[in-house]
């Protein structure tokens, strides 16, 4: 999951760049409605999933260090055992990953609450103190003192609102072109796409190219409405529009609504009405488009590996799964109990526990000396089968696994590392590039100084991760020297063990 998301956002990071840079020729070669197309680029990025690549490999026969492990680590009965650390609070609640994710998702979730509220308030002042003028299809028209300038809004309750003095302030001709620019932004989907545009900006809330790339991408979608009208109008109707523009650019306009009168965009959307390429330019623009998304795409992907093991012809018995024979129900793992076997009958379920002075056996500790000659058998008997497991293990093959291991660690941790040093080179491309772009972020409400410390308190949040620790934990956990020890302290146990046996029967011979 963390690997997908910094992918993701380093490779939509990038193809924002991108777009940001190519749209301007876009436009005056190919037009405004082409330009706005780009933006399905990075878009389709941002949603596109993992490509896994599924890889067969054959499972080793021999025991393996995670076998192993899974059972020196147990509880210590008949050997010793390795106790765990103790978990840091970081790690109790997830990890640092956790954590981040959370304080993500959170700061996204409040960001488009906040804004949808502020929309929802907004509109209902805007309704409230307008009168309904009529209905164009499922549209309504209404006429409010609360906008300056045209301004369509809503997904599913359809509404263009206009003036108060639209009649007087606008001649007939330039009312029916503002009407039809709002008309064409229900119709092609702005809203919806205004709305799932934002929806993205949140989740990429510390990135700020994502800010630059949602003012532009607003700018665009306004150039491509402009675009669809004069397509439908006369040759004429561009200098009348182009009054309807001027007159219109109060700069108010609602986060969720699609607004004719932008003023800090007017003399930049009047320049790209001058552009008016041909049928087929515009269609060869489109063909660019959909070949930019089908190489992008593929190109930028994230990526995994999905390894399916399979089982080797012949398995071999499991070290930590020794079955007790003939009355023994309980399996006899190497380093757990044997179950005891009372000799006057089967006893079913009952474990034995070797220690230095004592034995417990059938739930009762007893000391060596108080043993009866039957479980001093049971004991021996157990402690053969265990030698016999122990000198089934390929030392060898065990040692081979922990060296691939331990190198599989390495390598994680040097793609880790250039992960972050790569994050670092964007992190500083984005801090200039809020540089370059602060008057237009200002213009766009943006602070870019906040954004500039949000920027910075991501980074350090990401410095805060130990990846060495990390790779020390992961290769502690399969070190050559703890399975040895414990493999050791198997055989150490054991002798100790024959050798109390041997003590109390020569005794018992002495007597």
């Keep these: 999951m963390t690997g997908w998301l910094v992918g993701t956002l380093l490779a939509t990071s990038g193809l924002i760049l991108l777009v940001l840079l190519v749209r301007e020729p876009v436009r005056r070669h190919f037009g405004a409605r082409v330009a706005y197309g780009l933006w399905l680029i990075p878009a389709a990025r941002l949603l596109m999933p993992t490509l896994t690549e599924t890889v067969e490999r054959p499972m080793s026969a021999a025991v393996t260090p995670r076998m192993m492990l899974s059972h020196y680590t147990a509880e210590p009965l008949l050997l010793s055992s390795v106790v765990p650390p103790q978990q840091s609070i970081v790690e109790q609640v997830g990890g640092w990953p956790t954590i981040l994710l959370v304080l993500w998702l959170g700061v996204a979730f409040g960001l488009f609450a906040a804004r949808m509220f502020a929309f ?126 001027a007159k219109a650019a109060s700069g108010r306009a609602l986060l969720f609504a699609s607004a004719l009168d932008r003023r800090n965009t007017l003399q930049r959307r009047l ?82 526990s070797i220690e230095d002075d004592n034995v417990i056996i059938n739930g009762e500790r007893k000391k060596w000396k108080d043993m009866t000659p039957a479980e001093k058998a049971e004991v021996r008997r157990s402690i053969a089968q265990a030698k016999e497991e122990l000198s089934k293990i390929n030392h060898g093959e065990i040692q081979r696994q922990v060296r ?82 414990a493999l050791a302290a198997a055989q150490e146990g054991m002798r100790k063990a024959e050798t109390e046996l041997n003590r109390l029967e020569a005794l018992d011979r002495g007597n």
């Excluded at 660019?288 to 390894?307: C, D, F, Q």
């Excluded at 910075?456 to 020297?481: C, F, G, W, Y």
């Design 120 to 245: 929802r308030r907004e509109r209902g002042i805007i309704l409230s103190n307008g009168t309904e003028m009529g209905r164009i299809g499922s549209i309504r028209l209404v006429r409010s003192p609360e906008v300056s300038g045209p301004l369509a809004f809503g997904i599913f309750d359809r509404v263009i609102a206009v003036p108060a003095d639209f009649e007087t302030l606008f001649a007939e001709h330039e009312r029916r072109l503002a009407l039809e620019h709002e008309l064409a932004h229900h119709r092609s989907g702005d809203l919806i796409a205004n709305l799932l545009a934002f929806g993205l900006l949140c989740l990429q809330w510390f990135n700020p190219l994502a800010w630059a790339a949602h003012a532009a991408f607003r700018f665009d979608q306004e150039a491509a409405c402009d675009a669809r009208v004069l397509d439908r109008s006369r040759t004429q109707d561009r200098s009348e529009y182009g009054r309807a523009i």
């Design 271 to 352: 320049k790209s009405m001058l552009s008016n390429p041909t049928a087929g330019r515009r269609l060869a623009g489109r063909m660019i488009v959909i070949a930019g998304i089908a190489v992008a795409l593929p190109l930028t992907a994230s990526r995994a590996i999905h390894y399916v093991d399979l089982p080797a012809p012949i398995a071999p018995k499991p070290v930590a799964a020794a079955v007790v024979p003939a009355a023994a129900v309980q399996a006899v793992p190497a380093v757990q109990p044997v179950p005891a076997v009372a000799p006057a009958a089967p006893v079913h379920h009952q474990s034995l």
């Design 404 to 485: 691939e291991a331990m190198e599989g660690a390495r390598v994680n941790r040097e793609q880790a590392l250039g992960e972050m040093a790569n994050a670092r080179q964007e992190i500083a491309m984005a801090m200039r590039e809020i540089d370059a772009h602060k008057a237009e972020l200002r213009r766009a409400g943006q602070d870019p100084e906040k954004l500039k410390a949000t920027v910075r308190a991501s980074l350090k949040s990401v410095e805060a991760i130990d990846v060495d620790a990390i790779t020390r934990q992961a290769m502690e956990s399969v070190n050559p020297a703890t399975i040895e020890a």
